[in-house]
T-cell receptor, first 113, second 114 residues
Framework: QQQVKQSPQSLIVQKGGIPIINCAYE??????FPWYQQFPGKGPALLIA?????SEKKEGRFTISFNKSAKQFSLHIMDSQPGDSATYFC????????????FGTGTRLQVTL | KAGVTQTPRYLIKTRGQQVTLSCSPI?????VSWYQQTPGQGLQFLFE???????NKGNFPGRFSGRQFSNSRSEMNVSTLELGDSALYLC?????????????FGQGTRLTVV
């Protein structure tokens, strides 16, 4: 019940395209859903996060869409750039004390010219 | 504001040895969590410390342990190293209680067990 399923495993889009990465969870106690971006040799960097009381959140070119009834959430990257090429991880947690992040398996995104 | 600092960045150890990794959280952050990242298992939670107390623990054997000091700096120890312990070990700090909110990661320590 702690799993977070992420797809696709890899994604190639052209510059300016809108890659979409999807995640699904099972644990209805999860109430915090962040996305992380990781470049080779670096630690994951927090991109954007959402809580289940809203259906969408935008920060710059990054948008999270959240569907509580379907237990799914997704990341959209608007006007993607080659510099966005990285691995993206979704995660989920219960933000009570002593919580932990449960991560998806990651999506390797390549943005071509 | 300085980010999360992990030392050393790279380590090579022999099977059977033990290793200690260090993490300095962002100033003012009191929660420190550790994660293991491998190509096969992805990112997995090891444990979280808050105010020098372990508050949550993942599904790892007792060879993995940690501690937190009064200045919130944390160390992680792995004893009797196995080849499968080769991984990127990541430390994350959070400003509030609870590891699941706004976790900021360091660059990690790459451990290779030979």
């Amino acid at each position: 019940q702690q799993q977070v399923k992420q797809s696709p495993q890899s994604l190639i889009v052209q510059k300016g395209g809108i890659p979409i990465i999807n995640c699904a969870y099972e644990n209805t106690a999860f109430d915090y859903f962040p996305w992380y971006q990781q470049f080779p040799g670096k630690g994951p960097a927090l991109l954007i996060a959402i809580r289940p009381d809203v259906s969408e959140k935008k920060e710059g070119r990054f948008t999270i869409s959240f569907n509580k009834s379907a237990k799914q959430f997704s990341l959209h990257i608007m006007d993607s750039q080659p510099g966005d090429s990285a691995t993206y991880f979704c995660a989920a947690s219960n933000t009570g004390t002593a919580s932990k992040l449960t991560f998806g398996t990651g999506t390797r995104l390549q943005v071509t010219l | 504001k300085a980010g999360v600092t992990q030392t050393p960045r790279y380590l090579i150890k022999t099977r059977g040895q033990q290793v200690t990794l260090s993490c300095s959280p962002i100033s003012g952050h009191r929660s420190v969590s550790w994660y293991q990242q491998t190509p096969g298992q992805g990112l997995q939670f090891l444990f979280e410390y808050f105010s020098e107390t372990q508050r949550n623990k993942g599904n790892f054997p007792g060879r993995f342990s940690g501690r937190q000091f009064s200045n919130s700096r944390s160390e992680m120890n792995v004893s009797t190293l196995e080849l499968g312990d080769s991984a990127l070990y990541l430390c994350a700090s959070s400003p509030f209680g609870g590891a699941g909110t706004e976790a900021f990661f360091g660059q990690g320590t790459r451990l290779t067990v030979v």
